[in-house]
């Protein structure tokens, strides 16, 4: 009969092996600890802006191209006292159409106060949510201030059917904005508009889509529209009655002027106001005195700013430029937000600029110039706008960007897209370029024709261009909305289907009737060179846009 022996562990085997498993496992925990803090905080940080989207709303939730999420804010008119607010109506509001953040676990409905250390946010009606559970703080700031978002701009322009300015009939224009007053209810501000039409709202509107009536008492007229106002903003809105009620009336906005460039330096000029400027200096002509075509173009030059003082070499050419008049944001994923004042230029050469900050750019590239101080262009920080490497193949020579949506010959351009010409190649047309994004090596779009300036018999190239989104009236002339301000890089004897004759230092007006490959457009003269003395190749317009004297 045989035995069969089994040895076991011996006692120390058995306290080593539990020694090596106790210290794999602090081992283990350890290294998972950092994951764990890790994944909390990020966590927590999706959470916080979670809460600062139902706060303030989404800016990527757009329906029809118009945002349609502003969040607490957007429905009451204020922040909320706190948090709870958000799930539940603080006070029976009328107002209030929350709630604006659910609770991730049924079991746990307050769980979207707390962190993920299940540690409560702290947040007291301002625009920060702080979380200190993790021991280090963290901070969502979804706003610069509280007054972007409940003290905010809306302006605008009435029109009647004809498209002109009220005058006289002024006075018995009443124009109202109604919007949520902060405390669960609604109310409403009431002004009258200039004779050019003119009103404006100041500081005051909270963010969100806001209902904007205007009558005209004198005929029993009515009109309304919709302005969608983003935090920190001065919005624009067009409203326009549908009758014509002011035959022969109407007066002008006494802010507009022109901005202008030219193509070189001007030694010796026969403009008495300003004997000489640089191909980098910004020209301002408006009044006293402003008139344009037809008849003589007469009015007041003066500078806004010289370029020349903010690139390395000292000598800059601007061949592009155009004066932002409309707070909006261009662009998607890569965004740059612009704000009434902005200046987008584009120089003929490669510069490197320097201000309040240091920018390289190309001469296909378009940037934004934005003061320092409002109105005042001593100094300025310089921000990259499109990469025109990636849009064109040649310089970019002029550039409007669109701050309305505006029909121009049967075809509709939308609000934040932009107008270009180029250099060389296809010299005569104009492109429509929507941008997807924006920035350097970012830019991407869709490029096409609008004009195509062989059909209207443009010859000399196109220089500086700027589109009307609105009938406006300047210098005794109306310009109808949706015809495009052009200079030219050449004297052309035949412009348009009307063929007029223009000269390389004329602005004119290209009336369209029908856009694309197949362009049908008449010509206007607006503003004659030679009535200013303005008469040598250095002193051809290269870019040019509409302005405000006053913002």
């Known amino acids: 009969m045989g035995y069969y022996h089994q040895e076991g562990f011996t006692l120390i085997e058995v306290v080593m092996i539990i020694v090596i498993i106790a210290i794999m496992s602090t081992v283990a925990i350890r290294s998972m600890q950092p994951i764990t803090e890790r994944t909390r905080e990020e966590g927590t940080i999706r959470e916080m802006d979670l809460l600062a989207e139902a706060i303030c709303g989404d800016k990527d939730l757009v329906v029809e191209g118009i945002r349609a999420d502003y969040g607490y804010v957007g429905d009451v008119g204020s922040l909320p006292p706190d948090l709870d607010a958000l799930v539940t109506n603080p006070g029976g509001y009328s107002t209030w159409k929350g709630p604006y953040i659910r609770s991730a676990f049924n079991e746990s409905p307050e769980d979207y106060k707390r962190d993920a250390w299940n540690q409560l946010y702290s947040y007291t009606g301002g625009v920060k ?24 701009t809306v302006w605008g322009n009435i029109y009647d059917g004809l498209g002109g300015p009220p005058g006289d009939s002024a006075f018995f224009v009443a124009i109202t904005v109604f919007y949520p007053d902060g405390n669960g209810g609604s109310t409403s501000v009431s002004t009258s508009p200039s004779s050019a039409g003119r009103f404006t709202f100041a500081n005051s509107i909270p963010v969100g889509n806001h209902l904007i009536r205007a ?35 109407g007066g002008e906005d006494d802010s507009l002027c022109l901005w202008l460039t030219t193509h070189d330096d001007v030694s010796t000029s026969g403009v008495p106001e300003l004997p000489s400027w640089t191909a980098g200096e910004i020209l301002n002509f408006g009044r006293p005195s402003l ?25 800059a050419q601007v061949d592009a430029i155009h004066f932002v008049r409309t707070n909006m944001t261009v662009g998607s994923a890569n965004r740059v937000n612009l704000y009434v004042g902005d200046v987008l230029l584009s120089t003929m050469a490669n510069e490197t600029l320097s201000s309040t ?59 934040g897209t932009f107008l270009l010409t180029q250099t060389l190649s296809d010299k005569d047309d104009i492109f429509h370029y929507t941008a997807d994004d924006v920035g350097l090596n970012t830019t991407t779009g869709t490029l096409s024709i609008l004009i195509d300036g062989s059909d209207i018999s443009i010859g000399g190239g196109i220089n500086g261009l700027d589109l009307v989104e609105s009938t406006t009236a300047l210098g005794g002339t109306t310009l109808q909305a949706g015809c495009i301000l052009i200079s030219q890089s050449a004297d052309d004897a035949c412009v348009g289907d009307n063929c007029i004759r223009t000269m390389q230092q004329d602005i004119s007006y290209l009336i369209v009737t029908q856009a694309g490959s197949d362009t049908v457009a008449d010509a206007e003269l607006f503003l004659d060179g030679s009535d200013l003395n303005l008469d040598t190749t250095e002193e051809d317009i290269s870019g040019l846009s509409l302005s405000q004297e006053e913002i």
């Open 129 to 152: 949510i702080i979380s200190t559970g993790g021991g280090d703080t963290l901070t969502k700031q979804f706003a610069q201030n509280a007054s972007g978002l409940t003290s905010n």
């Open 215 to 249: 009558v005209y008492s004198a005929a029993d007229e009515t009109t309304a529209a919709y302005v969608s106002l983003p935090p920190a903003s001065a919005c624009y809105r067009e409203l326009r009655f549908s009758r014509a009620l002011w035959p022969g009336g």
């Open 291 to 315: 008139a344009f075509e037809p008849g003589k173009t007469q009015g007041t030059f003066s500078s806004v700013f010289n370029l020349d003082n903010m690139v390395q070499d000292g000598d």
């Open 357 to 415: 900050n240091t920018l390289s750019v190309n001469d296909e590239d378009v940037f934004v110039f934005r003061p320092d101080i409002e109105g005042d262009y001593s100094s300025a920080t310089f921000i990259f706008l499109l990469d025109g490497h990636q849009i064109i193949t040649t310089d970019i020579q002029g550039v409007s960007l669109v701050e309305a949506d505006t029909e121009v010959g049967g075809t509709t351009l939308l609000a």
